[in-house]
Nanobody, 121 residues
Framework: VQLVESGGGLVQPGGSLRLSCAAS????????MSWVRQAPGKGLEWLSY????????DYADSVRGRFTVSRDNAKNTLYLQMTNLTTEGTGVYYC???????????????WGEGTQVAVSA
């Protein structure tokens, strides 16, 4: 199982980024997927989930209306479109397999290594 995130970088407040997560080593299309963020010095924060077929999504209140999760099962790729970013969006963004990959503050299941996002003027 391999998950590789990309697309992170430095962005100004109010800006946008699109993160990608390339999946391999498992049947991507049968798994729900999630995005999780870890801000500097803080714990893991679940951000979003998408069902295996892409028909169902959910978001944390902190990002609802600004972030959009999607997937392309033909390309084995998960996406997170982030708009109107704030400085609180700074952190490492992970993709993870399954709907609830954070249990008692710890990583559960398959995770990528993360991609760094910095929101700063």
């Amino acid at each position: 199982v391999q998950l590789v995130e990309s697309g992170g970088g430095l962005v100004q407040p109010g800006g946008s980024l699109r993160l990608s997560c390339a999946a391999s080593g498992f049947t991507f299309k049968i798994y729900d997927m999630s995005w999780v963020r870890q801000a500097p010095g803080k714990g893991l924060e679940w951000l979003s989930y998408i069902s295996n077929g892409g028909l169902s999504t959910d978001y944390a209140d902190s990002v609802r209306g600004r972030f959009t999760v999607s997937r392309d099962n033909a390309k084995n790729t998960l996406y997170l479109q982030m708009t109107n970013l704030t400085t609180e969006g700074t952190g490492v963004y992970y993709c993870a397999r399954n709907r609830s990959p954070v249990v008692a503050g710890k990583k559960v299941g398959a995770w990528g290594e993360g991609t760094q996002v910095a929101v700063s003027a």
